[in-house]
């Protein structure tokens, strides 16, 4: 099958996928096509919402139509190279004393050090916002580290928990259950409170991850 591949939801936006499972090339592609949007919005342009294959893109109908939309998509996706040299690379402090990393190296076959180790090594990038406000989902977990959900889900864990799950990695921005593993906690603020840029991360940037003593 061909890809990209445009697909119409109902009058007013279209789904742009570039694969049918998680692939580092298609998040690239869903990030550079993101940026290129919001560099060049075309006439009608609402929002877009970029997952781990596909990109959302939204209109207004009164403005624009799915043909009309796809051109103008279609265009955008001849500039990949300069989409992408926006992308920006975070630096997140980690304290590694999460309530798991002892189970954590237990599953994985590791000592707490070679989890924390293992994680710091990871090539951590922005893929999508979804679930609750501000929650990052980072793909890059290395292979060593993946492990599955839990059964079942704790509550009442804190904002700024560190947490991985398969080859997943955010920071959780509100006090919520998870059922993903919480191996550290984080000061950074990823919620800005800006209205224009709500969220401290971009689709497509880079997370690197530096270990501190206590929070």
């Avoid at 596909?54 to 624009?64: G, K, N, R």
């Avoid at 975070?90 to 590694?96: G, L």
């Amino acid at each position: 099958m061909t890809f990209p591949r445009f697909r119409p939801v109902a009058e007013r936006a279209l789904l742009v996928e570039f694969a049918e499972t998680p692939d580092p090339a298609a998040e690239a592609a869903v990030a550079a096509l993101d940026r290129a949007l919001a560099a060049a919005p075309f006439a009608g342009f609402a929002e877009a919402v970029p997952a781990y294959v596909s990109l959302l893109v939204a209109f207004d109908p009164l403005t624009t139509d799915h043909a009309t939309a796809e051109a103008a998509l279609r265009a955008l996706l001849t500039h990949p190279a300069e989409a992408a040299s926006r992308a920006q690379v975070h630096e997140v402090p980690v304290c590694y004393d999460g309530q798991d990393l002892p189970e954590v190296a237990a599953r994985t076959g590791l000592a707490p050090n070679a989890v924390i180790a293992a994680h710091l090594q990871g090539r951590y990038r922005v893929v999508m916002y979804g679930f609750a406000p501000g929650y990052a989902y980072l793909a890059g977990v290395p292979a060593a580290l993946h492990l599955p959900r839990k059964p079942s889900a704790l509550r009442d864990i804190p904002a700024g928990s560190v947490l991985i799950a398969g080859p997943q990695c955010l920071v959780s921005t509100l006090t919520m259950p998870t059922g993903w593993w919480i191996i550290g906690r984080s000061p950074v603020r990823i919620l800005t409170g800006d209205p224009v840029h709500p969220f401290l991360f971009d689709a497509g940037d880079s997370v690197r991850f530096r270990r501190i003593g206590t929070l």
